[in-house]
Nanobody, 117 residues
Framework: QVQLVESGGGLVQPGGSLRLSCAAAGFTFSSYDIRWYRQAPGKEREWVGYISTDGRATTYADSVKDRFTISRDNAKTTVYLQMNRLKPEDTAVYYC??????????WGQGTQVTVSS
């Protein structure tokens, strides 16, 4: 079955960096765009960014543009979210997502990122 497993979250000081990973299994990874979302306490889940099947195209939410970078390694069926210059408002649970149309919409379990001094 489809599995998405995020990792790499933790506590970091403002201005610091973290790299999240999303390990995928159970589907043809290289055939699907992958998206990152986040959800802060008391807020709705928001889209962070996306990467195309071959990794050549990425787009980002304005709130993270120029600070976050999404990449993927299709051989390892893993997507990464490199987060730099982190701010307290980046504190959230981060999720990766794959939308497979009629085959379903899948989410990982999430990984907590806390930005605090």
């Amino acid at each position: 079955q489809v599995q998405l497993v995020e990792s790499g979250g933790g506590l970091v000081q403002p201005g610091g960096s973290l790299r999240l990973s999303c390990a995928a299994a159970g589907f043809t990874f290289s055939s699907y765009d992958i998206r990152w979302y986040r959800q802060a306490p008391g807020k709705e889940r928001e889209w962070v960014g996306y990467i195309s099947t071959d990794g050549r195209a990425t787009t980002y939410a304005d709130s993270v543009k120029d600070r976050f970078t999404i990449s993927r390694d299709n051989a390892k069926t893993t997507v990464y979210l490199q987060m730099n210059r982190l701010k307290p408002e980046d504190t959230a649970v981060y999720y990766c997502n794959v939308y497979r149309g009629l085959f379903g919409n899948y989410w990982g379990q999430g990984t907590q990122v806390t930005v605090s001094s």
